[in-house]
C-alpha cells in the first residue's frame, strides 16, 4: 500500500507540560522520519482541533492506520490513553494476522522491568521486537532501528519510493467507489486491506504503477485490465488522459534507466548527455516521464530544424525558442543569466530535457553543450553511437522492440478513452 499511515502514541498531558520532558521532541523526530519513509504519520496535533472530543476522535484514526509507534516515556507507561491506544492496536495486530505494525520505543528513563510493573504490564509488550532510545542519542534523531522495522512496513505494504506520483494518481480515482476499486485492485494482484478501506485508492496506485514488463507484443498484462476496467469509471477526460500519461510508462520502462538518468543529473551538473536506443523518439518523452517521479514531468522539448538553415544552428535557434516561450523569459538573455536560471529551475521542477531522434555525432554533441550547458541532452535513435570523441556518454538501459511497441501501442489505445 502507498504511504502506509502509522500512529504516534505518546504521552502528552499535564505531567509533560508541568516537567518540561523531551516527549514531544522524540514525538517530532519520529513523524519526521515516518514522512521521509513515505508513510503518513498520524499525530494528535495535526488531527484534533479546538472543541474535539479528543479521544474518541484518535481512536477512529488508530482503526485507519497500518501500524503504531508506542512512545513509552516514564509519563507514557501511567497514561491511561497511552494504554487505551496499545491495547487496541495490539488487537489490531491480532486480527490482521500480525500485519499491523506494534513498534514499542522506550524513551530514557524507561526500563523492561519498569515497563512490566507499570499500568502497560498487563500488555506484555516486551513480546514484541522493542527498540531502547538511549538518552546519550538526543531526541533529534531516531535510533537506526526504528527506521528499519518502519522500511519493512513500507515493503509489506508494496509502498513505491514516488510517493508524491502514487498521491497524485489516488487523487484521479478517487470519485470511484471502493468496492470497484477492490475489483481492480484483484485484477492487479495487489491486496485490498479490509480494515482500511479508505486506502483502496492507495492500493490500486501502487499496483498500477509497479513495473510490468511483457515478454512480446500483445502480452497479456494486469495493468492493462486494471485500466480497461478503471477509466469508464473516472468521469472527467482530462483525469483519464493524466492517469494513462503516468501509469504506462511507470508499468513499461525500465527501472533501471530511470535510476542511470537520476544519478547523471545528481552528479554531473554540466554536460549531460544520455544515449537511447529505440525506435521512436516518443519513447525518449516515455522514459523522461517515468524519471520524473513528480505528477508534472520535467520540462521537455524535441527540436524540429527548419529547412534549408544550418541544421545545428537551427537546433539550437528551435531551442531557444521554445524557451522563450515555454518559460516566458526575456529577449536579450544573456548566457550567464540563462544557465542562472536553468539551475533555478531544475532545482524547482527537475532539468529542462531536450530529446533528439538522431544520431549524436561529436560536433552536435560540442555545439549543443556549449550553447546550453546545463540542459540534459537525451539522443533516441535505434543505433544510437556518438561517433569519434572523447566524451564517454552513459547508455540507458533499453527496451526491446516488441517492448517499446507494446508500450507506445498501449498508451495510444487508452488515450482514447
Known sequence: MARPRIFVSHSSGKKCADKGCTCAAHRDAVATLL??????????????????????????????????????????????????????????????????????????????????ESRLGWLHLGRFDMVDWPERAGADVPPVKVGQRLRQLVEQHDSLPYPRVTEYVASRIASVNAAALSEVARELGVDDVAYASDHTGYVVSAGLLSERPVDGFGTACAMRKALEHLLPLLAHQEHRQEVVDVVVPFARVPGVAAKQLRELCDTTPEGRVAL??????KTAQMYVRRVSELPRPWPFHTPVPRPGADFIDSLIADIRRFLAERFFLPEGLRDEDM?????????????????????????????????????????????????PGPAEHIRLQPMSPVQESDMLSTHGEFSTY
Open 339 to 387: 544557465c542562472r536560471w536553468l539551475v533555478r529551475k531544475e532545482e524547482e521542477s527537475g532539468p529542462v530535457t531536450i530529446a533528439l531522434g538522431m544520431q549524436p555525432d561529436a560536433e552536435t554533441v560540442r555545439r549543443l553543450l556549449q550553447a546550453f550547458p546545463r540542459l540534459l541532452f537525451l539522443f533516441a535513435h535505434r543505433e544510437v553511437d556518438p561517433g
Open 35 to 116: 514522512d521521509d519513509l513515505g508513510c503518513q504519520p498520524v499525530v494528535d496535533r495535526d488531527i484534533l482541533q479546538g472543541g474535539d472530543e479528543w479521544n474518541p476522535k484518535l481512536i477512529r484514526e488508530l482503526f485507519r492506520c497500518q501500524g503504531t509507534v508506542l512512545l513509552l516515556s516514564p509519563h507514557a507507561l501511567e497514561s491511561r490513553y497511552v494504554e487505551q491506544e496499545a491495547s487496541l492496536s495490539m488487537a489490531l495486530w491480532e486480527v490482521t494476522g500480525k500485519r499491523f505494525l506494534v513498534l514499542p520505543v522506550m524513551l530514557p528513563g524507561v526500563r523492561r522491568d519498569g515497563l512490566k
Open 276 to 281: 537511447l536506443t529505440a525506435h521512436q523518439v
